[in-house]
């Protein structure tokens, strides 16, 4: 069975940091690209935020774009949102989702984690 298992969302104040785990079973992370999104309710989507892809190469664009950052470690099937300097603006449920390529349409993407919130507030 196929999961993707979001953690490390919480409470942070402004300024501060966060990362955020994406573990994946049932599927080997080493062949399938990982991005992030996010979504804040009643609005729409957000993202990619950024790609870990399966060759190692990273992307992030727009407001997470030297902010945030993505890694993945293959051999704990675990990929990573390092988010940094973190503003009121970035609250939002934060997901992960795989797929065979680096694609830039979410609608792409086969799997997706159950969501992890990050709420920065003073």
């Known amino acids: 069975q196929v999961q993707l298992v979001e953690s490390g969302g919480g409470l942070v104040q402004p300024g501060g940091s966060l990362r955020l785990s994406c573990t994946v079973r049932?599927?080997?992370?080493?062949?399938?690209?990982l991005a992030w999104f996010r979504q804040v309710p009643g609005k729409q989507r957000e993202g990619p935020l950024c790609?870990?892809?399966?060759?190692?190469?990273?992307y992030c664009y727009d407001s997470a774009k030297g902010r945030f950052t993505v890694s993945r470690d293959n051999p704990k099937n675990t990929a990573y949102l390092q988010l940094n300097n973190l503003k009121p603006e970035d609250t939002a449920v934060y997901y992960c989702?795989?797929?065979?390529?680096?694609?830039?349409?979410?609608?792409?993407?086969?799997?997706w984690g159950q969501g992890t919130q990050v709420t920065v507030s003073s």
């Open positions: 989702a795989a797929a065979n390529h680096a694609y830039l349409d979410g609608e792409n993407y086969d799997y």
């Open positions: 049932g599927f080997t992370l080493q062949y399938h690209a």
């Open positions: 790609i870990s892809d399966h060759d190692f190469a990273e």
